[in-house]
């Protein structure tokens, strides 16, 4: 758990410059472990509050003997009091910023899932709702791949972990392809909002739940909807091709018929 949480202070990338967009005032954000110092205005009329980091992607600042409390998604954090700060980056560091390596880390982070206890998701019998409960601290890196996805909205992100448990939930000789294929199905299941993600005392950990969350949510299952037929287009075409009898006029009238159904994928 502890590994995953430092995991969240790096990937967040709370470090940096902002832009107060209610004052159009610069804003430097530093951090030292949890401990927030938010440097607010310009040089020679500059303000200085302190706060801390409170959860993957939670913050709270105390401005004028007031807590407001500020949520993350890697490019802004809204304020509770209605103000928000946008994240601004040169070339060389939007080169570097960790979003732009996260998908790098994927196959490592996936690969390690293997080694969390992620039971069959269930519904809980004593909630109301089908929504199947996980707790968090029991699976932190399967949870932190998938809010991680969320909260940035990165639909790349969603569609590399997926691709990635489904590669290795094929792997018939792997002992663990089973805990992939519960971890994909996990991830499908949060996308659909049929999870309830709670800790050890099962109080329900924060989750979004906006309207723009709900419409990334169904625009990201319809890409992998598209993908997963390109695939079964590909093992089919495949598999066609393979087949001795088959002749060089049958062969490419097949892949015709395939390519004609891209039209209808990509709408």
Request: a neutral charge; hydrophobic letters at 40%; glycine letters at 4%.
């Amino acid at each position: 758990q502890n590994v995953v949480d430092e995991l969240w202070l790096t990937a967040m990338d709370w470090e940096g410059n902002y832009t107060d967009e209610s004052t159009d005032s610069p804003v430097v954000l530093e951090l030292e472990g949890r401990q927030v110092t938010a440097i607010h205005g310009a040089a020679g009329a500059s303000s200085i509050v302190v706060g801390i980091i409170v959860g993957q992607d939670e913050i709270q600042l105390m401005r004028d003997s007031t807590v407001v409390h500020g949520t993350f998604d890697s490019e802004r954090i809204e304020w509770s009091d209605g103000t928000l700060w946008r994240k601004r980056l040169s070339a060389r560091a939007s080169e570097m910023s960790v979003k732009r390596i996260m998908p790098l880390l994927l196959p490592q982070l996936v690969l390690a899932t293997r080694w969390e206890h992620l039971d069959d998701a269930r519904p809980d019998p004593s909630h109301a709702s089908s929504s199947a409960v996980v707790n968090c601290d029991d699976t932190p890196l399967t949870v932190f791949l998938i809010r991680y996805a969320f909260v940035t909205r990165d639909r790349r992100i969603v569609s590399d972990t997926y691709w990635r448990l489904f590669t290795l939930a094929e792997a018939a000789t792997d002992s663990k392809r089973g805990a992939y294929l519960r971890t994909k199905s996990l991830l499908l299941q949060a996308m659909a909002g049929r999870v309830d993600f709670v800790d050890k005392r099962c109080r329900r950990v924060s989750w979004p739940r906006d309207v723009s969350f709900t419409q990334f949510c169904d625009e990201t299952r319809q890409f992998l909807l598209n993908q997963s037929i390109i695939w079964r287009q590909t093992r089919q075409l495949h598999s066609f091709l393979q087949a001795k009898r088959a002749v060089t006029g049958d062969k490419t009238e097949h892949l015709r018929r395939l390519l004609e159904r891209w039209g209808a994928i990509q709408s």
